[in-house]
């Protein structure tokens, strides 16, 4: 699965953003009445613009925390509140693609992504998750672009993403140059990148070289929790290799974990 990068957590730092930026002080001096030095007045007011921009970002931590619990419903609601005081709002839009997308609306989570890439164009996580869903949706040659945006973007925290979503994407679309490249930077950056182990494992079974794929795909199963497509792959490596025993322990997996996914067809090469 190609990785979309949701916003973090924020209800620490939207507490701090109240008790930093939230109030304008207006200070008058002190008063002295003969010796006696009398405490200053101070008046602490919100201006309307600093409590619209602490009260989207509470909108927006609390959407992630809903959408982090599966709370669907009540992470497009919140999301939708932070929209109509911020249409700008990037975190709400990007939380209500990954809804549209939860919900199998890929062309509304299209439209989110794409917006919120355009508002932010110096945000690398909004234009990764662009990238990702353009291909996802088939359109690799425009995805790549978003990707490299993304790579170039200031202050980009985690290209790791990127640059796996960058690689899958050119094996989807037969550049395997330009995968093998983007995939091993990902990995040097983050060698437990689940997307990027498991699109290398991909790789190299799609060459032949079976024993590589099956030591990225077993770093890929320590990396995250096993998927079906990486367990199908499994059955794959150790049955060009010969080991019917390993073979057979994936399947039994892939059949106890995921029984739906148990095709006639799961003996096919992964494309």
Not at 42 to 67: I, M
Not at 144 to 149: A, N, Y
């Amino acid at each position: 699965m190609r990785r979309f990068e949701l916003p973090l957590l924020m209800t620490c730092c939207v507490l701090l953003l109240t008790a930093c930026i939230a109030q304008q002080a207006t200070i008058k001096p002190p008063k002295l009445r003969g010796s006696e030095r009398i405490a200053p007045v101070y008046h602490l007011e919100d201006s309307a613009e600093v409590k619209r921009r602490v009260q989207v970002s509470d909108l927006q931590a609390r959407a992630a925390q809903r959408y982090a619990l599966g709370e669907l419903d009540q992470t497009q609601e919140l999301a939708l509140k932070a929209l109509k005081l911020d249409p700008s709002a990037v975190d709400a839009l990007s939380l209500l693609a990954a809804v549209h997308s939860a919900r199998g609306e890929a062309q509304a989570a299209g439209e989110r992504y794409r917006r919120a890439a355009e508002i932010a164009p110096d945000r690398g996580d909004a234009l990764n998750n662009y990238g990702a869903w353009l291909c996802a949706n088939g359109h690799a040659a425009e995805a790549l672009v978003w990707f490299d945006r993304a790579l170039l973007a200031p202050g980009y925290a985690t290209p790791a993403a990127a640059l796996a979503n960058a690689g899958g994407c050119a094996l989807d679309s037969g550049q395997v140059e330009r995968a093998q490249r983007d995939l091993g930077h990902a990995l040097a950056l983050e060698p437990t990148n689940a997307y990027a182990l498991a699109s290398m494992a991909r790789l190299e079974f799609q060459h032949g070289r079976y024993l590589q794929a099956r030591a990225f795909n077993q770093r890929r199963l320590a990396a995250a929790p096993a998927d079906p497509s990486v367990l199908q792959l499994a059955v794959k490596i150790e049955d060009r290799l010969g080991d019917r025993v390993a073979a057979s322990r994936y399947q039994q997996r892939l059949r106890a974990e995921f029984p739906q996914s148990v095709t006639s067809n799961s003996g096919e090469d992964p494309q």
